[in-house]
């Protein structure tokens, strides 16, 4: 199996910063996709930001500017950095990640969430 867990979420004030991170473990041989998703209360999960293997990102209009996502392959984590925060921002972030496995001698690919971290942005 592969487990994800986040970190880093919690209140701040807005126009600060915070920095999430998704540390990935279990029979990982090498994961695609890296991604941020957040959802508010009363609404649908929506993207945030995808990092690919190769390193090229993607972010939702609403945080170009201020959110980057990075990755360390060999710590098998995501990072997302958190700029000039808004009270719109406020939400559960979730990680996701598309992996590559192998166990007892077979490869599989499937795709795993995290269990969510609270931003809250107070203005």
């Known amino acids: 199996q592969v487990q994800l867990v986040e970190s880093g979420g919690g209140l701040v004030q807005a126009g600060g910063s915070l920095r999430l991170s998704c540390a990935a473990s279990?029979?990982?041989?090498?994961?695609?996709?890296m991604g941020w998703y957040r959802q508010a209360p009363g609404n649908q999960r929506e993207l945030v930001c995808t990092?690919?293997?190769?390193?090229?990102?993607n972010c939702a209009d609403s945080v170009k500017g201020r959110f980057t996502i990075s990755r360390d392959n060999a710590k098998n984590t995501a990072y997302l950095q958190m700029n000039s925060l808004k009270p719109e921002d406020t939400a559960v972030y979730y990680c996701?990640?598309?992996?590559?496995?192998?166990?007892?001698?077979?490869?599989?690919?499937?795709?795993?969430w995290g269990q969510g971290t609270q931003v809250t942005v107070s203005s």
């Open positions: 279990g029979s990982i041989f090498s994961i695609n996709a």
């Open positions: 990092i690919i293997s190769g390193g090229r990102t």
């Open positions: 996701n990640d598309d992996v590559n496995r192998y166990y007892s001698g077979t490869y599989s690919r499937g795709d795993y």
